[in-house]
């Protein structure tokens, strides 16, 4: 079982990067963030012709999060708070037998203003949304952009950003009660070391090659699936190519799982 994120920085920019990439790699899953399309712009189509199912959810030219799944996705839920009206940054879905959530963190702008303070009260309610609602002894899988780095090793100047948004200790505290609860890092578990990124900020002049990056996009499992997960990659190949995301495609695989029985 192969299963993918990608934060997109808009879905119809990045279009034939994101199919040419699924041609490639085959992923049974991808889930993207920050498509910034409202549903009746959502292009479905390419998806569909590609042998995948879409499920989507998004507001004009900001968030948006979709599952693009080889199996039907059932028991969709496309808002955290049931509320029409929420930003479009949450959607869950069971694929197969296990459930996928799939989430956009709020970045939270600059510490000590109002969108930090959104942002921390998002993602502890997404905490409490999972508590509520899932075992920790049972499959799940948690994915997407989570605009936090947990460790030193996890940015590419860490005393240059400690304190800051996206590296702040009150973010940091929050991401680590989910691994209290249940959840495991595929990815650090795989690679321990550092210098392996997800995002590199266009602003920085030449960012990218110098490998001045941020790891901010996870793939989280509880123990169930954790324990099958066999390898763990980032594909920085995207990165390199016209008009890219300023994220790249983080890949899991998982042996002895199959979507259409338990695990």
């Known amino acids: 079982m192969k299963f993918s994120t990608f934060n997109t920085n808009s879905i119809r920019a990045r279009l034939p990067i994101i199919v040419d990439w699924l041609d490639r790699e085959q992923p049974d899953v991808l889930c993207l963030q920050e498509t910034k399309v409202q549903d009746r712009d959502f292009p479905a189509g390419p998806f569909n012709e590609a042998g995948y199912h879409a499920l ?4 004009k030219a900001y968030n948006g999060v979709a599952i693009i799944s080889k199996l039907p996705t059932e028991k969709p839920q496309l808002n955290l708070y049931n509320g029409n009206k929420e930003d479009a940054r949450f959607m869950s879905s ?12 709020p970045q939270g702008f600059a510490v000590g203003t109002e969108k930090f303070e959104y942002k921390l009260r998002w993602f502890r309610d ?12 049972k499959p799940l899988l948690l994915t997407g952009d989570f605009n936090v780095v947990l460790e030193d090793l996890d940015v590419h100047d860490p005393d240059k950003f400690r304190g800051g948004i996206c590296f ?3 973010e940091q ?5 989910f691994f209290e609860w249940g ?3 595929i990815f650090r578990k795989h690679q321990p070391d550092g210098g392996h990124y997800t995002f590199w ?11 001045m990056g941020w790891r901010i996009d996870y793939i ?11 390898r763990a990659w980032i594909d920085t190949k995207p990165r390199t190519l016209e008009k890219p995301s300023d994220h790249t495609f983080l890949l899991a695989e998982f042996s002895n799982v199959s979507w259409s029985l338990s695990v």
Not at 56 to 59: H, L, N, S, W
Request: hydrophobic share 35%; proline share 8%.
């Open 183 to 185: 959840f495991v890092d």
């Open 168 to 170: 702040h200790p009150d």
């Open 126 to 137: 997404l905490l409490l949304y999972i508590k509520e609602t899932y075992d920790p002894g």
């Open 94 to 105: 069971r694929i197969g037998d296990i459930p996928v959530i799939n989430v956009y963190v």
């Open 201 to 211: 900020d266009y602003r920085i002049p030449n960012g990218f090659k110098r490998n």
């Open 173 to 177: 505290a929050i991401m680590r009660e």
């Open 220 to 230: 989280l499992a509880t123990a169930p699936l954790a324990e099958k997960s066999h």
């Open 56 to 59: 989507y959810r998004g507001q």
